[in-house]
């Protein structure tokens, strides 16, 4: 699925974001706080934690979206070097493949904590969701091939639209992972 999002226009990518919220409230929304908080291993995430990494994810991009609505984001350094948007929004959509292939660790300021989670979770994923949606519809009026740079590292830039679809791709990946928590045998039923 992920393959067609990253040639995606920006209205292709909104109804793909508007078909996760569904699609999340069915799978995810009636689940347990001990389903929400069981791993398959120390070191592999919760669905608790895939859902609080992408709302870490996602809602840092926030600050610069707004700025760009309100216009006054200016342009940093590395926005301006004709040369790396393109490099690295081929790298990070592939690091972010939903197949599972490109293996990425996420930066330390998106690690999920390490202490349960509260039932809420899901629910302040899917309002984070939302307020991506509506900054994806504010986008409209504004050039979605401006450089932008990504929160996780200031020297990674990419196009606005690029932004959005490294978002839906990102999520798509992360609600698949904790899709293959439950289907573990040892998960609390």
């Known amino acids: 699925m992920a393959s067609f999002l990253r040639t995606a226009d920006l209205d292709t990518l909104i109804n793909e974001a508007e078909q996760i919220v569904p699609q999340v409230q069915q799978i995810f929304g009636s689940l347990t706080i001990n389903q929400l908080n069981w791993k398959p291993h120390p070191q592999e995430w919760s669905v608790g934690q895939c859902f609080e990494h992408l709302t870490i994810a996602t809602s840092s991009y926030f600050p610069m979206l707004q700025a760009i609505q309100v216009g006054t984001k ?28 490109g293996k990425a660790t996420a930066p330390p300021s998106w690690q999920p ?20 949606i509506d900054l994806m519809n504010a986008s409209r009026s504004h050039d979605l091939r401006r450089i932008v740079t ?8 990419y196009s606005l639209l690029d932004a959005y679809r490294i978002i839906i791709i990102h999520d798509q990946l992360h609600i698949g992972q ?3 928590v439950m289907q573990q045998a040892a998960f609390p039923r």
């Open 74 to 101: 200016r342009h940093t350094f590395w926005e301006r070097l004709p040369f790396l948007p393109r490099m690295w929004s081929n790298l990070v959509l592939n690091m972010i493949e939903p197949d599972g292939s």
């Open 113 to 132: 904590s390490q202490s349960a989670l509260d039932a809420g979770i899901v629910e302040a994923f899917l309002c984070c969701h939302h307020e991506c």
């Open 150 to 157: 990504s929160p996780a590292a200031v020297f990674v830039t």
């Open 178 to 180: 904790a899709q293959r």
